[in-house]
């Protein structure tokens, strides 16, 4: 099956710092990538989508400069929170749609994520 | 506005079966995804339901009324690694994935 691998899957660093988190689709292309932030007991935000050879479309609310996103290849995806501080402690999450057997629809295949604390 | 509502939490008694109810308010509809998610990891993929009716697959069914924006997850035969939260989203007109806030599943033995 699809499979995404998400790399570091935890980061501990002082405030501003910058630090990147690379996911990547191993068994397949992915055009599409998406980037979430999920705080302890609350759902998934998306934070922004990221295409292969364009510029990222972020969430309103998100800041484009402060979460840098780079999809350089048709297999990988990058994620710099630049200059990071202790309010951007979260789980970073990224995804990829992939052809799921049996269905028309894409699934999204997930990361196993990236635990980000700043100190 | 876009909204999917899906009850916070939820408890169930292992051996039994629970269902877990979904429903949505959004511009168009292109089908509903069921994810699974334990604490601490990233959510996995359940099921996909975009024509009316029950889709079995195991232990699990999701069912899918689009007449209603409504439908729910039937997990049978709990066991007790089936805590977890389980995310309800919904792909719109636009093919965005809009995301529940999840339902979180206690198992008491």
């Known amino acids: 099956g699809a499979v995404v691998s998400q790399h570091p899957s935890w980061v501990i660093c002082k405030s501003g710092t910058s630090v990147k988190i690379e996911c990547r689709s191993l068994d397949f292309q992915a055009t599409t990538m998406f980037w979430y932030r999920q705080f302890p007991k609350q759902s998934l935000m998306l934070m922004a989508t990221s295409n292969e050879g364009s510029k990222a479309t972020y969430e309103q609310g998100v800041e484009k400069d402060k979460f840098l996103i780079n999809h350089a290849s048709l297999t990988l995806s990058t994620l710099t929170v630049t200059s990071a501080h202790p309010e951007d402690s979260s789980f970073y999450i990224c995804?990829?749609?992939?052809?799921?057997?049996?269905?028309?629809?894409?699934?999204?295949?997930f990361g196993d994520g990236t635990r980000l604390s700043i100190l | 506005g876009q909204n999917i509502d899906q009850p916070t939490e939820m408890t169930a008694t292992e051996g039994a079966i629970v269902q877990i109810n979904c429903t949505y308010q959004?511009?168009?509809?292109?089908?509903l995804f069921w994810y699974q998610q334990h604490a601490g990891e990233a959510p996995t993929f359940l099921s996909y339901?975009?024509l009316d009716g029950l889709e079995e697959k195991g232990r699990f069914s999701s069912f899918l009324s689009r007449s209603k924006g409504y439908s729910y997850l039937l997990l049978k035969e709990l066991q007790m690694k089936d805590s977890a939260s389980y995310l309800c989203?919904?792909?719109?007109?636009?093919?965005?994935?809009?995301w529940g806030a999840g339902t979180k599943l206690i198992i008491k033995p």
């Open positions: 995804s990829a749609d992939s052809p799921t057997i049996g269905i028309t629809e894409f699934a999204q295949h």
């Open positions: 339901n975009v």
């Open positions: 989203a919904v792909t719109d007109s636009n093919y965005q994935l809009i």
């Open positions: 959004t511009s168009g509809f292109n089908g």
